[in-house]
């Protein structure tokens, strides 16, 4: 019988702290579709002034607030958004700026650090004149951190330099900043300044940040006035949504400090990992919380029998593909915990299986 787990798996698998459910339990509510829940306008309040924007909107996931943000931009059927092949609004959002939205996607290739060629961009934006036949370009978007990546960081001066291209041609740019802290964090660089060439960023609580619940977006007043609306069309107003958004102002306050040590550890265990035949982690693409496991060809096992394997010791981890396998460091994840999923590592890929339980 396993006796200790550690779940890798990702950062929103984080349970409330006492300090959140304690918050939880004593919120300040009332009604948010309406417009007066204290707890979520002082949430709100306070992520529009940390992120440098002037107005704020929760919404129950990233993926809602990313499509929202999407249609508040490109609200004419046809309309056409620039984004990388690997991101995570491309790839694992269902398709809903297109489905929903008839909003057309036009990728450009991302570079294994997230960033896209700025000329390659430039050269994606459709030409008004051949608007009889294309869609017309009307927003760009980024991610930062870039989880299909590794978790790496758009530096400000690559996000100032889209911005500038967004302007010149007369776009909008959104940010998908659902780990936006992580590159702050980072980086060294203030959350308001890394996004500051934005029109909008979406900034997920329940992942780094450890809140249960919640992704927030921000922009200008005008983007969040039509943005409630969408909100409310797709589903996303929930009248006492204080419960949630007062354990998100626990996250705010007491684990945007934690998330150094989580990049830490994912550093730690990178470097351990690389001292074990058979494994291979690209060490220099481990800037945040996020590490990306290879199985070596000629190793006996897979990716699916090593996550099987390691799940006897209690290690829980999300494999990629037949040879790729994904770590995510959080807040509940201690110094000890990495040790011990070394040393599990080192068993399981020697085929030694945990009979005893740990």
């Known amino acids: ?37 204290p707890s979520c306008l002082r949430l709100e309040t306070e992520m529009a002034k940390i992120m440098g ?33 690997n991101s995570h609004i491309h790839i694992y959002e269902n398709g809903g700026i297109a489905i929903i939205g008839g909003v057309h996607p036009r990728t450009v290739r991302n570079n294994d650090d997230g960033t896209m060629d700025i000329d390659l961009i430039e050269a ?3 030409d008004p004149k051949g608007e009889l036949v294309y869609p017309t370009t009307r927003l760009i978007c980024l991610e930062n951190t870039h989880g299909n990546c590794g978790g790496r960081c758009l530096s400000v001066e690559y996000t100032d330099r889209v911005g500038e291209v967004a302007k010149k041609h007369g776009l909008k740019l959104h940010i998908d900043g659902a780990r936006i802290f992580n590159a702050s964090i980072a980086l060294g660089v203030p959350v308001d300044r890394l996004v500051q060439a934005a029109d909008s960023v979406s900034v997920c609580l329940s992942k780094g940040l450890g809140a249960p ?5 921000v922009g200008s007043n005008s983007f969040i006035t039509k943005a409630r609306r969408l909100r409310k069309t797709l589903g996303g107003g929930m009248r006492q949504v204080g419960i949630l958004c007062a354990a998100a102002l626990v996250a705010l306050q007491e684990n945007v400090v934690k998330l150094e040590s989580d990049h830490k550890k994912a550093r730690l265990l990178a470097d351990g990992l690389n001292e074990i035949k058979g494994l291979r982690v690209d060490a220099s693409s481990v800037e945040t919380n996020i590490v990306y496991i290879e199985i070596e060809e000629g190793s006996l096992t897979t990716a699916a029998k090593l996550c099987k394997d390691m799940e006897e010791y209690g290690i829980l981890l999300m494999p990629i593909s037949s040879s790729r396998l994904r770590v995510v460091f959080h807040h509940q994840i201690s110094d000890s915990d990495v040790q011990y999923t070394l040393s599990c590592f080192q068993l399981a890929v020697n085929g030694i299986r945990n009979e005893n339980g740990n």
Do not use: Q, W
């Open 124 to 126: 994606a934006i459709r």
């Open 213 to 217: 619940v919640g992704s927030v977006i």
């Open 1 to 37: 019988m396993v006796t200790r787990v550690v779940d890798l798996r990702s950062d929103t698998v984080t349970k409330p702290t006492e300090a959140m459910r304690a918050a939880i339990a004593n919120a300040d509510v009332d009604d948010d579709v309406l417009g007066h829940d």
């Open 53 to 85: 924007k002037e107005a704020a909107l929760f919404v129950p996931s990233g993926t809602m607030g990313n499509l929202i943000s999407v249609l508040v931009h490109c609200d004419i059927r046809g309309s056409e958004v620039i984004l990388g092949h």
